[in-house]
């Protein structure tokens, strides 16, 4: 910093002073002797501080001078520095940014006040940390007093930027410490990406050629011959220069089932009846292999005879293209041989084929799929799949879709095995079919093979053997083991629920009265008579949604969807009254039976299902000790015989 400056008046007033004290020290009166000498002395004190106020004045007059050079100079410099269109900037030792200009602020994207808050490595490009590292080393230690060098900066937005810094160290005159370095740096940006742009098109230029194998050849007979470049000679296994000179001893270097071709060509384009020569052929290798060249080329001076004088062209080693469609030819006969094993096999296996392409059209069909599904191939051909093929769910009715599946995905199981094919006529058939995709070797996806079989008589039986399983082959009710698992999953459900006494479903368990009398003397053909009409009167008093099954001999049981204990006793008094209604004659003798029930709720603390059934088994032998022909009902696990339903006559009786 600079300090306070005088007034510019106040070197002259000091040599006026001087110069008055000078004159009133020579206009003293004099004194007598004795007094001399001490005038004397005065004159002399006097002249010596006016000397002193003259030499201050003096050198008041020259520090004015320099201060005001200095300010002049340092005003320039600050003009120079917000005028310069090149970024300046004041640094510390440290790396801190002192001061800049706007110019280097601007090239940054950042306002004067932001970039002198910040340090230069903090807009350094992270790669370019290191450079001018042992410049900074060398400015310290008093070895370097300018530097120069390219690096990248950080704009703002934090994109690089490169740019070259160029400057000098301020060292104290005295010491030669040095205080602060004063750097300009230039906006290079355009010029390096220029330059990038230039190195890397001839980059891609020089690995085209030599990534084609590309050569140039130049025939230029008022030189002697034609040259070739060394992407050429390096080709064919020689050296730089080795080959050029004789025009015609590329001819010679053919292979000699392809020389008269060539040779055809090259004559037909001097002759001028082609634009260009261009011909495929094989040429010896240095090392006696064959190598497949691709050669092109255009006359472009020819003399007043219209005889050849110049021809540039290239040659291409396509060798690698020639040994692909060779294994490709291969591939394309293999493959037309595979095709017609596939088409044979799949006309002649027992199982329908239908193919279609990624839009879903069908694109081949068997005879088999033919006959099952009522469509020719050929009509069926460049048709929508859903023409040809509509499967639907036996079931839901709903349709079984066959396009793309998910990766990895496959129509479930039990959906197959329900699936049923309705022709165009309306009529249907039971079928088992297998969707598979079919993905090319980049993992697209192609089509569909649909594979399918007429699975109705396999069907049929399937259900009869799956019916088989679940009822009673005697009465057509479930049997014991189905009727199980339906009670297991009820009592899961009410544990689930958390259902109560009054509000789940109700078991009954059933046994006949006075049937083991029809048995001794009817035989067991009336005894099992009997049953399928008891089963019979059982279902026709109940809802279709309620459950019937025999659980063997003449034991029965119901669940009952009514949660109502009160209408389970209704339904209950319904099923005693329906069997002793039985008329059942049995050769020319009636028999008269009965029934007795225990009643158990199903709900979520009635404990497991063998529980369940044994407490209406005790209710039900409860209810045979108050007469038969009863409902007993076992609630929350007590046993409680049903006194407010009488007994029938049928029951009185016996």
């Not at 390096?234 to 010679?252: F, I, Q, S």
């Not at 384009?269 to 094989?282: I, P, Y």
């Amino acid at each position: 910093m600079i300090g306070p400056r005088p007034h510019k008046q106040a070197a002259p007033a000091l040599l006026v002073a001087g110069l008055a004290v000078v004159a009133a020290s020579l206009m003293l009166p004099r004194l007598e002797l004795g007094a001399d000498t001490l005038r004397l002395c005065l004159q002399v004190s006097v002249a010596v501080a006016a000397g002193a106020l003259f030499l201050a004045g003096l050198f008041v007059v020259r520090i004015s001078d320099d201060r005001r050079q200095i300010a002049q100079s340092e005003q320039r410099f600050r003009r120079a520095m917000q005028d310069s269109a090149i970024g300046i900037a004041i640094v510390g030792l440290d790396g801190r940014i002192l001061e800049t200009n706007p110019a280097f602020a601007a090239m940054l994207g950042y306002s004067r006040e932001e970039i002198e808050a910040l340090t230069f490595l903090q807009i350094t490009h992270p790669d370019d940390l290191q450079i001018g590292r042992e410049t900074m080393d060398g400015l310290k230690a008093g070895t370097v007093n300018a530097f120069h060098f390219e690096k990248r900066y950080l704009r703002k937005d934090g994109t690089p930027v490169w740019a070259h810094l160029a400057g000098s160290v301020i060292r104290d005159e005295t010491s030669g410490r040095p205080l602060y370095l004063v750097s300009q740096i230039e906006d290079i940006d355009a010029r390096k990406q220029a330059e990038a742009r230039i190195a890397e098109a001839e980059t891609r230029w020089n690995f085209a050629l030599a990534g084609a194998g590309q050569g140039v050849w130049d025939l230029d007979i008022r030189r002697g011959g034609t040259t070739y470049s060394s992407t050429w000679v390096k080709m064919l296994g020689y050296a730089d220069g080795e080959l050029d000179g004789d025009p015609d001893r590329w001819l010679t270097m053919i292979h000699p089932d392809d020389r008269e071709a060539v040779a055809e060509a090259d004559r037909a384009h001097l002759d001028g009846k082609t634009e260009f020569f261009e011909a495929e052929f094989r040429m010896r290798h240095k090392d006696g292999q064959w190598v497949w060249i691709l050669d092109r080329g255009k006359a472009i001076e020819r003399d007043r005879d219209g005889r050849l004088v110049r021809a540039i062209g290239s040659l291409t080693d396509i060798t690698r293209r020639k040994q692909a469609e060779e294994r490709l030819t291969v591939s394309a006969a293999m493959l037309a041989d595979e095709k017609e094993r596939l088409r044979v096999t799949l006309q002649s296996i027992g199982d329908a084929v239908i193919c279609t392409d990624a839009a879903n059209r069908v694109t081949f069909m068997n005879p088999v799929a033919e006959k099952l599904t009522g469509v020719s191939g050929a009509a069926a051909l460049g048709k929508t799949l859903g023409h040809v093929y509509w499967a639907v769910d036996e079931e839901t009715g709903h349709r079984i879709g066959v396009t793309r599946p998910a990766i990895g995905a496959e129509a479930p199981s039990d959906q197959n095995s329900r699936a049923v094919l309705i022709r165009r006529d309306d009529t249907r058939c039971s079928i088992r079919q297998v969707v598979s995709p079919i993905m090319n070797e980049r993992s697209e996806f192609c089509g569909l093979v649909i594979v399918f079989q007429d699975f109705t008589d396999a069907r049929a039986l399937q259900r009869q053997l799956a019916h088989a399983a679940a009822h009673d082959a005697l009465t057509g009710l479930a049997n014991r083991s189905s009727f199980i698992r339906t009670m297991e999953g009820l009592v899961d459900q009410a544990r689930k629920d958390g259902t109560t006494a009054g509000g789940g479903h109700q078991f009954m368990f059933i046994d006949l009265d006075h049937f083991k009398l029809v048995n001794d003397t009817g035989g067991h053909a009336a005894g099992d008579a009997l049953l399928k009409r008891v089963a019979e009167a059982v279902r026709g008093v109940l809802g279709p949604e309620d459950i019937v099954a025999r659980l063997g001999g003449d034991e029965f049981a119901v669940i009952l969807k009514s949660g109502s204990t009160a209408g389970a006793r209704i339904a209950a008094r319904s099923i005693i009254d329906a069997i002793a209604g039985l008329n059942f004659t049995w050769d020319g003798r009636q028999h008269a039976i009965g029934a007795s029930i225990g009643l158990a709720a199903i709900c979520a603390n009635c404990g497991e299902v063998d529980e369940i059934i044994a407490k209406a088994d005790a209710a039900c032998y409860v209810a045979k000790a108050a007469g038969r022909g009863c409902v007993s009902v076992a609630p929350d696990g007590k046993i409680a015989d049903d006194r407010s339903v009488p007994p029938t006559p049928l029951a009185a009786a016996s």
